[in-house]
């Protein structure tokens, strides 16, 4: 019988390395002999980890072909920490039985070989003449790789999908099931109109989801267009990014995916701000794509927060999106009144608060057109009084004179007229405040600066010989609807804010309602709309949309209504309902939290807030503005300039009751003009603007 050369070579090897295995580490303990041995055995155990590794087949046949070499060295080992030969001669018991074992086995030549030769004492099989397999028609050979020509088997197998055959196959490093092919239409010149995601999925056994199907752009050498299609099926892909998706990946598939929050985004980078609580996530809009569309709802849910939480926001910069991610809502934050925020830069500006990107939201004292206008708007209990006092502080610390009129008393206004120049309360008080203003426009208007002649109010022009004016009107809409005086209250405030900005008179109007019909004219609310930056707090969601219509915000501006709480609802629900245990009051947090509207588009901002327990004196100045000498002596002439809270004096609003009594021939007592110059009555009952007025009206003429 004849042996192949390796069987012999390996059966010689084995019996000569037998003894030697033995009476190495015996008689010559240390001979390089144990070292070679020991090394052949740790390559042997690299070999076996290899094999383990390995996603190809045969992972039994190489453990066991490099088995001899870490046996061999395991006896040397255990020969040299006997004594002697060992007990009943182990040593060469070992070695003699690695032999056998090897010489049985012989796992190199057996696992090396192939092709087995027979014996040659085995007797030939007779030829049988096997048919040629015909080439396919469908797909002739073209010398493709071994992984296409398997491909293409199974494809054919699978009825070719989509009338289309596999042009080349090419597999994913990395992934024992991720593929890709280049598919072509199998009848030239036809277009592939029929191949689904489903149809190579069910191909290859995988979800739809795993397969997509791309365009095949024409390259040099190769075709291309509609008759071609790449198609990727990636279930291994699938998996691990579903399992632990790159950030890239979890916004393609959760955000930037069609129908997600922000459709065609690209992920740019995450950055986390440790100090400030937040984690900002930036993305990218193609620019062919136009303005970035943000789904805020969807966006919430990707990020597993809630919408209404007050922890998410958006900013569109372009292309750009900018994702802010709280750990916890800034508008529940306090952020305290400091004279450093409040106090105007060189441009006028200041800050009123915290924007909910974190951004300082500012206000301004003056504008490019001269002293800027107020409107503050918020219900009872929303953070109003608190606003116009930071508001009053700034035109303080400026330089500028403040007066205050209230249409009812006030305890934190109270306290804020102590630091302004006039405070008073009620509609007669809020009358002759402006029936001063609107006085002081003409008194100004004829007072020349340094340089000799008259311009109009500018923080930049040296030489001005008055200082800024700003009048606070509170609960404005209230005292505008008073009976004896309110259509004149409507009338000087319309007309200041039309002229007292160049003058640098501004009226800073506050209210819970901008309706036009509250009693607001479109006039008054449009002047003050441009000439001031306008903070809404805290609207109950059904007036949102009414509110910044009013304020002249486009319908795609409008923002969602503010959450009724910033504060986390707490947890353990369930548990308190079953055992029947009342819901932990919710926490009112959002006094002071709003929108400031400088530009188009609102943002959520929360004030600054002023501790009036704790005192205020810290953010006022030291000094308390007034007018000038030569503006109080024109007061004077014109009868305007006294104690605003005495009552009506006689003449001041028209002819008294009993002049009218009296002889024809005798002059009328405060006949002609009102003092201080003016030609409309405060009772003037032709000017209706709100149904209250009318009634009041009504009720004049009937003497109820």
Same mark, same amino acid.
């Given at each position: /019988? ?16 037998? $003894? ?7 008689? !010559?303990? +240390? ?22 590794? %390995? ?56 696992? *090396? ?21 015909? $080439? ?5 050979? +073209?010398?493709? @790789?071994?992984? *296409? ?10 009825? /070719?999908?989509?009338? *289309? ?44 989801? +795993? ?9 040099? =050498? ?11 099926? *990636?279930? @291994?892909?699938? &998996?691990?990014?579903?399992?632990? $998706? ?82 916890? %809502? ?37 504008? @490019? ?54 405070? =008073?309360?009620?509609?007669?008080? /809020? ?27 500018? $923080? ?11 009048? !606070? ?29 160049? !003058? ?52 795609? !501006? ?63 100045? =030291? ?5 000038? +000498?030569? &503006? ?57 603007? %709100? ?14």
């Amino acid at each position: /019988m004849s042996v192949p050369r390796s069987v012999a070579l390996e059966r010689t090897l084995y019996t000569l390395a037998a $003894p030697v295995l033995a009476a190495a580490p015996n008689l !010559y303990p +240390d001979s390089p002999v144990n070292t070679v041995v020991q090394l052949a055995g740790a390559a042997g155990v690299g070999g076996w980890f290899l094999a383990y590794k %390995s996603d190809e087949s045969g992972t039994g046949r190489k453990v066991l072909r490099w088995s001899p070499l870490v046996a061999a060295a395991a006896i040397d080992v255990a020969a040299r920490h006997t004594i002697g030969w060992g007990p009943w001669c182990m040593d060469a018991l070992l070695a003699a039985g690695w032999a056998a074992a090897g010489l049985l086995v012989m796992p190199f030549s057996r696992h *090396t070989r192939r092709r087995h030769r027979p014996a040659l004492a085995a007797p030939a099989p007779a030829p049988q003449l096997q048919p040629a397999p015909e $080439p396919s028609l469908a797909q002739p050979d +073209d010398g493709a @790789d071994p992984f *296409t020509r398997q491909v293409r088997q199974l494809w054919e197998s699978r009825g /070719m999908p989509g009338r *289309t055959i596999v042009v080349k196959a090419t597999p994913h490093p990395g992934m024992r099931h991720d593929l890709s092919l280049l598919l072509r239409a199998s009848e030239a010149g036809r277009p592939i109109t029929g191949l689904k995601e489903e149809d190579v999925a069910a191909a290859f056994e995988v979800d739809a989801t +795993d397969v997509h199907i791309e365009e095949v752009a024409r390259q040099h =050498g190769r075709g291309g267009g509609p008759g071609w299609k790449e198609v990727h099926v *990636t279930p @291994d892909l699938s &998996e691990r990014r579903r399992e632990a $998706p790159t950030a890239h990946e979890w916004w393609a598939d959760r955000i930037g995916a069609v129908g997600g929050a922000v459709p065609g985004s690209e992920f740019v980078k995450e950055i986390r701000d440790e100090h400030r609580k937040v984690t900002h996530y930036i993305a990218q809009v193609p620019d062919e794509m136009g303005e970035p569309r943000v789904n805020k709802h969807t966006l919430a849910a990707a990020l597993k927060t809630k919408d209404d939480e007050g922890r998410l926001f958006v900013t569109v910069d372009g292309s750009q999106v900018l994702v802010s991610l709280w750990d916890s %809502s800034p508008l529940a934050a306090v952020f305290p009144a400091t004279r450093e925020l409040l106090t105007p830069d060189k441009d006028g500006r200041w800050v009123t608060g915290y924007l909910g990107n974190g951004q300082p939201a500012r206000n301004r004292v003056y504008t @490019d057109r001269g002293a800027a206008h107020g409107l503050f708007v918020a219900p009872s209990g929303g953070g109003k009084t608190q606003l116009m006092g930071l508001h009053i502080a700034a035109d303080a610390l400026f330089g500028a004179v403040v007066w205050l009129a209230a249409e009812a008393p006030d305890e934190k206004a109270a306290k804020l007229g102590q630091y302004t120049d006039r405070y =008073g309360v009620g509609a007669l008080y /809020m009358i002759r405040l402006l029936r001063v203003l609107d006085a002081l426009m003409e008194i100004r208007g004829e007072m020349p600066w340094d340089d000799g002649k008259v311009h109009d109010w500018d $923080p930049g022009h040296p030489g001005c010989p008055y200082r800024m004016l700003s009048a !606070y009107l509170d609960e404005f809409l209230s005292a505008a609807r008073n009976g004896d005086y309110g259509a004149e209250i409507m009338d000087l405030a319309e007309r200041v804010s039309v002229k007292g900005r160049k !003058y640098g008179i501004g009226i800073k109007v506050a209210g819970q309602s901008i309706y036009v019909q509250d009693g607001f004219t479109q006039l008054l609310c449009e002047n003050l709309r441009e000439n001031c930056i306008p903070v809404v707090l805290k609207v109950a969601p059904k007036k949102v949309g009414d509110m910044f219509k009013a304020l002249g915000i486009p319908p795609e !501006y409008v923002p969602e209504p503010l959450p009724r709480s910033f504060s986390p609802a707490e947890a353990g629900r369930i548990e308190r309902v079953m055992r029947g245990e009342p819901e932990p009051p919710a926490n009112s947090n959002t006094g002071g939290a709003g929108w400031i509207v400088e530009a188009k588009q609102p943002d959520v901002l929360r004030t600054l807030y002023m501790d009036f327990k704790a005192g205020i004196d810290d953010c006022f100045p =030291g000094t308390i503005a007034t007018l000038t +000498d030569h &503006e109080i002596r024109e007061l004077e002439a014109r009868d305007l300039w006294f104690d605003w809270t005495e009552p009506p004096r006689p003449g001041e609003f028209g002819p008294e009751p009993g002049d009218e009594d009296g002889d024809d021939d005798a002059p009328k007592k405060g006949s002609g003009k009102r003092r201080g110059g003016g030609g409309k009555s405060a009772t003037r009952r032709d000017a209706v603007t %709100s149904p209250r007025q009318a009634l009041e009206a009504i009720k004049h003429l009937s003497g109820v």
